[in-house]
Structures are given as C-alpha cells and as structure tokens.
C-alpha cells in the first residue's frame, strides 16, 4: 500500500510545475487613461515576471500615451505609495525584465505619427502576433 502511495504521490508531484509561473506569459493589454489604474497594471505584471513569467505590454488607446517618448504628465509623474509611474515602471521591466511593450497597430496611424514619436524599445504591435500570444496555451492575459 505504501509503495502505491508513494507512486501516486510522484505522478502528482510531477504532474505539478515547479513554479506557479514557469513557463507562463503574461499579456497585459492597457487601454484605461487613468494613471492609477495604468499603474496597477504595471505593478502586476512586474510581480508576475519577478515570480518567473515572461511578458508582453500591449498599449490601447489612452494607455498609448505611455510608449511615446513626450508622454504627458499622467503617465510620467509619480504615484504614491512609492513615487512610482506608469512609463517609469514599464521601462524598467522592459530593461531589467527583458518585457516586451508595444503600441496597438491602429495607435500611431490614429494620431497621424510614426514610430519615430515611441520611446526607444517600445514598437507598434502587429496584430496577427498579439493574437497569437493571447492564444496560446501558456498565456494569462490580463485587461486594464
């Protein structure tokens, strides 16, 4: 009996992955305008890829402020509790994270610019590969 046990213990065991997030990718999407909301965003996806996920930022709409090198205000100034920003944070993911940001296809096009206005690392996003890193099956996407 104790032998059955013990085997059905290591086929569990196995069956579990060591990490919450080994091999997870989280897709945040970011469309809301309002800085806190922009940088709760942030913060959770900064503690998903510290636990061990890789990620992707997505920007949409008024959240497209964040990638532009002359962003406004609300996406620059500091927040309490830890005088931190939407852009600030996201920057330091990408750089310390390897993160991924990008701007929705339609953003740049839609305010009548080029990449040339994005800050540097941050791309328009082609659609057929946003769609795909949604799909697929090691994905959490998560919507602000």
């Given at each position: 009996?104790k032998k059955?046990?013990t085997?059905?213990a290591l086929?569990?065991?196995?069956?579990?992955?060591a990490t919450?997030?080994e091999?997870r990718?989280?897709?945040?999407?970011?469309t809301a305008?309002?800085?806190?909301?922009q940088?709760m965003?942030?913060?959770l996806?900064?503690?998903?890829?510290?636990?061990?996920?890789?990620?992707?930022i997505?920007?949409?709409g008024?959240a497209?402020?964040?990638g532009?090198?002359?962003?406004p205000?609300t996406?620059?100034?500091g927040q309490?509790?830890?005088d931190?920003?939407?852009?600030?944070l996201?920057r330091?993911?990408m750089?310390d994270?390897?993160v991924?940001?990008?701007?929705?296809?339609?953003?740049l096009?839609g305010m009548?610019?080029?990449?040339?206005?994005?800050?540097d690392?941050v791309?328009p996003?082609a659609?057929?590969?946003?769609?795909?890193a949604?799909l697929a099956?090691?994905?959490?996407?998560?919507?602000?």
């Amino acid at each position: 009996m104790k032998k059955i046990l013990t085997a059905c213990a290591l086929t569990f065991a196995a069956a579990l992955p060591a990490t919450a997030q080994e091999g997870r990718h989280v897709v945040t999407i970011l469309t809301a305008a309002e800085p806190q909301t922009q940088l709760m965003a942030m913060v959770l996806t900064l503690n998903a890829v510290q636990q061990g996920a890789t990620a992707q930022i997505l920007l949409c709409g008024p959240a497209g402020d964040i990638g532009l090198a002359d962003a406004p205000e609300t996406a620059t100034a500091g927040q309490p509790p830890r005088d931190a920003s939407p852009q600030g944070l996201m920057r330091m993911m990408m750089a310390d994270y390897n993160v991924t940001a990008e701007v929705c296809a339609i953003y740049l096009p839609g305010m009548g610019a080029d990449a040339s206005v994005l800050l540097d690392g941050v791309t328009p996003a082609a659609p057929d590969a946003a769609a795909r890193a949604m799909l697929a099956d090691n994905s959490v996407v998560m919507s602000f």
